[in-house]
């Protein structure tokens, strides 16, 4: 199996690249993000994901290894093939992928073409315990208990709602709070979370 490719770029098409190695022209699908970054006649090296069909054999290239592995994530979803997969790492970065999931903003995963409402609702759930590996924390889930519900959690929440209520979207909001929390700590007031949140956007 290809698992990657070094040569140079011979062609650039809407969808996809054709990339030369000694002499043999490869077709690689690729999201917009990635052909964004390759140059025809320029050197590249490619991440490459092999898919194998009864009529066909497709590869599919990636200059970050987050943006390939976040690609195998998405296909084990029901719905998602690579195609769709592409459409959302061409709309969403690998990290706005993972904060999406992780704040459950289906509104920014459903801009990806070819994901509708169900879909994006079914990349959330299924999707939301992987995030962990991508360094950001679950979206902390409330309990009718008040009084088994940990303060960060109600402070994280309230935070990230105020700063929607500004203006923000709920996945930078979700974003900039979660990088604050961790700077801050788990006891960190909610002005504090605040203002260092909307500091955090700011930059």
């Keep these: 199996m290809i698992a990657k490719l070094k040569g140079m770029v011979d062609a650039i098409d809407g969808d996809s690249a054709v990339i030369d190695v000694n002499g043999v022209g490869y077709l690689v699908s690729a999201s917009a993000r990635t052909l964004r970054d390759l140059v025809v006649g320029g050197a590249a090296t490619l991440l490459v994901e092999t898919i194998v ?14 943006e390939r592995d ?80 940990g303060p960060s959690g109600s402070v994280n929440e309230d935070a990230v709602s105020a700063l929607v209520n500004l203006g923000y979207r709920r996945v930078e909001a979700f974003g900039a709070v979660a990088r604050v929390t961790q700077r801050l700590g788990a006891n960190a007031q909610l002005d504090a979370v605040i203002r260092a949140g909307l500091q955090e956007l700011a930059r």
């Excluded at 069909?53 to 987050?66: C, H, K, Q, S």
């Excluded at 994006?120 to 992987?130: I, N, Q, S, Y």
């Design 53 to 66: 069909r009864e009529d066909a054999i497709a590869l599919y290239g990636f200059l970050e290894t987050a």
């Design 70 to 149: 976040w690609f195998r994530i998405l296909t084990t979803v029901q719905g998602v093939g690579a195609r769709v997969a592409l459409s959302i790492l061409s709309t969403l970065a690998p990290d706005e992928i993972a904060r999406a999931i992780a704040a459950q903003d289906r509104a920014s995963l459903s801009r990806a073409s070819g994901v509708g409402p169900k879909l994006a609702a079914r990349l959330a759930t299924e999707l939301k315990d992987k995030v962990a590996a991508f360094g950001v924390a679950p979206a902390p889930t409330r309990t009718t208990d008040a009084g088994s519900a």
